[in-house]
Every structure is written in C-alpha cells, then in structure tokens.
C-alpha cells in the first residue's frame, strides 16, 4: 500500500488538485473551472482524483487546502493543513526548483510575485486594484478578437513588430486594442502586443518596487501562453522557467505541506515499506475518503450581534450538522461545532 496525499488549490476562476505518493511525485492531477462555486468545484476536483488512482494500492493519508475558499474546502475535506497562496506556491516552487530567487504568479484573477532567499519566502506582493495583468484579460481581449485565448500563445509568436498596447488598466487598454484595430494592424502584432502589456503591466505594478532576480520560474495558468513568456524574457534580459505542472504548483505545495503534517509513522515513507512502526502508525492514521463528494455541504452568513464588532461569521454544514466556522474577532461570536 502506497501513502498519498491530497493538495487542493481553489481559486476564484480554477480549481486545481494533485495527489503525491510517499516520493512527492504528482500521481494524480485536475484542473477545473470553479464556475461561481467553489463546493461543487472541489468536490468535482476530488472525483476527478479519485478516479485517477487505484484505490486498492493508494490511500490518501492528509490533506491540505489554499486558494480563496481555502478554509471553506478545508473543512469540506478536514484538511490537516491550510495556508495562503504565497506560502504554498513558495513551498511547491523551492522542491522543485531548491535555488529559484524570483517566482511569478499570474492566475485568472489575481497574480503575485514572490522572491525567495536560501529556499525561503522573504518578500511577496499581489495585485490589488487592477486585473489588467491577468488571465482573465487575455480571456476578454481574445472573445473580443474572436479568438480561443489557448491560441495567443502560437499567434504572438508569429509576430515581428507587437503592438504597442496601454497597460495601465483594462479600460484604456481595451480602449487601446480597439484603436489598434481600426488603425490595420496584423493580428499577430495586436496579441503579441497583448501579451507584452500584461507583462509590463506585471512588473510595473505587482513587481514594483521588487528586485527581480534569476532563476525565476513563472507560474499560473498565463505561464502556458508563449507569448507572455517571451514578453518577460525579452523586458528582463534572462531566461524564465515555465514547468508543465506550473499551473498546479499551489496545490503541490499543499499536498507538500500535508504530507509533512502526516502521522510520523507514515510521513516520508517510501512505497511499499514494512515493519511494525510503520503498519502501526499507517493503521491509526484515518485515510481520506473520496466518497466525501456524496456529502452534502452548505453555508450560512450569519451576524453576530454580541458586542459592536458585529461579525460576520460563515458556517459550514455538513449533512445539517456544522463543522467549520469563522470571522469572529471575538469569543463571544465563537461557534460551537462538531469538529
């Protein structure tokens, strides 16, 4: 029997989940849209998983969840551990990549950079107003080219002469991109142009003010589009470094950090190890159930009227029963629950 561990990174436009074997290999991967719904996402991510393994010679010993619904999934999963984005990501890159300086970050809604001294996370910054520099741009700007946004990446390489795109908003550079259109330029150069604004948009506001410094890995699902890539090689001076497992690193991270949080018996096992301390540890240690997609979950906001902070706190249930609550900044908004 070999012990796994489950990673679950729920964000705002995808869901993605890994599953690691005792040697913290990727075994299982998915990666779905969250469409609005960050229960039904994760639990399609687990099903997705589930059917990935063989359950006969595979048991998920932990859990850990990050993302945005973080502490909602992790308590649909009783996760083991659950930790921000910046700290995952940091944790999945550093395994990967032990002398990586500068990570990049770009996801559908939101992007961060990370830079990293001696394998440790030691400044971090994330965008905040604008969403010009993600992938949730490229997405409008290619229904608006008529266009699939998987293309841009091959389509901008293409290009010899980018267009030069205003990248200090949406607004304006959607205003710019329509301008470009009716002044004739090549389809090649309008998306190689798109691309080099969100690259210049990225350095110019989510990487002001930090000193980037080689290797630097790029991350996120806007790290599989060729043109971007290109686009932050060519405004750094150096090579940037894409895995083909990138857009999954914050779920690696997490899987990382639960198998680290794993009974002591079981933790770092390798496959098919004996002997009594092992079998006695992995026998008390309660493996994750995949069935856990057939439980029925809700929330409910509730205020807290108990003193003047009134807080909103989110309940979780789980077959009518609550197991999670957080957001009071008090003990008295403290919820009773079954965990």
Request: hydrophobic share 45%.
């Amino acid at each position: 029997m070999t012990e796994a561990y489950l990673g679950i990174d729920t964000g705002s436009i995808s869901t993605k989940g890994v599953v690691i074997d005792a040697d913290r290999t990727i075994i299982a991967r998915s990666y779905l849209w969250t469409e609005g719904n960050p229960m039904q996402a994760a639990r399609r991510v687990i099903e997705d998983l589930g059917g990935q393994i063989d359950h006969d010679f595979v048991r998920v010993m932990a859990v850990g969840t990050t993302g945005s619904a973080r502490r909602l999934v992790g308590a649909m999963t009783e996760a083991a551990v659950v930790k921000n984005e910046i700290t995952t990501h940091a944790v999945g890159t550093t395994f990967l990549h032990p002398d990586v300086r500068t990570i990049f970050e770009i996801g559908g809604q939101d992007s961060k950079i990370i830079c990293v001294e001696g394998g440790i996370a030691v400044d971090y910054a994330m965008n905040t107003l604008c969403a010009a520099g993600t992938g949730a741009f490229l997405s409008s700007q290619a229904h608006r080219l008529g266009l699939e946004v998987e293309q841009f990446g091959d389509i901008a390489l293409a290009s010899k002469r980018p267009a030069n795109i205003a990248a200090r908003c949406t607004v304006f550079a959607e205003s710019d991109l329509v301008h470009k259109i009716q002044m004739g330029y090549s389809r090649e150069d309008i998306v190689a142009g798109l691309c080099k604004a969100v690259a210049s948009n990225y350095l110019n506001n989510v990487g002001k003010g930090k000193k980037v410094v080689a290797p630097v890995v790029f991350q996120g699902g806007v790290s599989k589009n060729a043109g971007v890539v290109r686009a932050f090689e060519e405004a750094l001076g150096m090579e940037v470094l894409v895995d083909s497992d990138g857009h999954l690193m914050g779920a690696f991270g997490a899987a990382l950090l639960a198998a680290d949080a794993a009974p002591a018996g079981v933790r770092g096992a390798a496959p098919g190890a004996s002997g009594a301390a092992h079998s006695a540890a992995a026998d008390a240690a309660r493996p994750f159930d995949f069935d856990v997609a057939e439980f029925e979950f809700k929330t409910r906001e509730i205020e807290c009227g108990k003193c003047s902070n009134h807080c909103e706190i989110i309940c979780v249930y789980r077959d009518g029963e609550v197991i999670d609550a957080w957001g009071n900044r008090c003990e008295k908004g403290a919820v009773k629950t079954a965990r």
